[in-house]
């Protein structure tokens, strides 16, 4: 059985709406008029604002390349540092027990 792998990157787009009432950004700050859509866009940019609605708008990808067993393990130690106690071994078999396609045992 090989140990090489093929590795996708894709950019998972969203549509996320926001409803922002006037009244609570001119509470804000009462001393001045605000312009309620730079306020909203601040409020939204710094996270204080919950969403009011997302949509999933697709994933498309945008490379694609096969990679060795010791690739894949240092791609998986730098982008799941918090999976750093398991093993190699473990690494290996939890990568191969993602695949959909029914090749792999669990």
Known sequence: ???DYVTITTVSTFK???VVPIDK???MNPDAE???IEWAKDSVTLGEVEEFSQKHLGENVIEGKCISESEMLSIFAEENDYLSIR???EKIKYVKNTFKGGYYAK
Do not use: C, F, G, H
Request: aromatic letters at 6%; hydrophobic letters at 35%.
């Open 87 to 89: 093993t190699d071994e």
């Open 1 to 3: 059985m090989s140990k």
């Open 25 to 27: 950004l001119q509470a």
């Open 34 to 36: 605000v312009n309620p």
């Open 16 to 18: 996320i709406r926001y």
